[in-house]
């Protein structure tokens, strides 16, 4: 099939990576415009552009997918189907008429559950156990139509956002490709989801991230694994930020059995606790305002928490 496909970060890559290498034949990329990143603010292309680009395969890159000049590119393309993944903008109906077999969306959740912008991320704040990736043809609607595959994974104690999507992002390249074979062959066709088990997933907001030590340690370690990589939970101490790597729930608390109230540190030697609403987590890993994360037990030694200082959440 004659393909056009859509994505942006660096979740997508791996899909893209897979369908050039298939028997499908990829005539062009959808992606979002050069942005703005790093310190100094330079215009940088996307993930996607730069693969596509050293692949020799045309770009497109709308300001919006309802710039009429796109809709007329993508008609003059002539694509059978389009696959998208993590592209960064709603699709109008006009352009998702143009392929006859629709665009077909890779989507890190088994639909319907956790639909929208954070699957991976609320899966794992919310404690399950096992979450996975759907392809289905996208609507006007929010991740509502029909599933074409799903693909299972295991949620690890020790997953964050960032190692659960990349393997699904890596799993998931395969089961588009394989969807597309289906569609081609006609062997595939969309099931409704079901009403029952609708879930939101919500892009995080900053605020979101910010950690509360006045719940259970568990929830506590979930909640700091979602939001790693990005946006990064965090705390304040002595009234600055202070960004929060996972922390270690499984391991032994102070030394001398010192109980801490939420929010409460404990330096000890070898380790930084502080307390939650069931007992101690370790600080394994912090970033100070202003600096690179480094080990908990660094930044203590450079801030001297004395007995009583607070992380305040």
Known sequence: MRLVVAGTPETAVPSLQALLASHHEVVAVVTRPDARSGRGRTLAPSPVKEVATAAGVEVLAPGSPRDPGFLDTLRSLEPDCCPVVAYGALVPRAVLDVPRHGWVNLHFSLLPAWRGAAPVQRAIMAGDDVTGASTFLLEEGLDTGPVLGTLTETVRPDDTAGTLL???????????????????????????????????????????????????????????????PAPGAWTTFRGERLKVGPVGVRGPGPEDGATLAPGELHVSKRAVHVGTASGPVELREVGPLGKRPMPAADWARGVRPTTGDRLDG
């Open 166 to 228: 990349d393997r699904l992002a890596h799993a998931g390249a395969g089961l588009l490709v394989a969807t597309l074979d289906g569609l081609e062959d006609g062997a595939l066709h969309g099931v409704p989801q079901p009403e029952d088990g609708v879930s939101l997933a919500p892009k995080l907001t900053t605020d979101e991230a910010r950690v509360r030590w006045d719940l259970p340690a568990h929830v506590v370690d979930r909640h700091v694994r979602g939001c790693t």
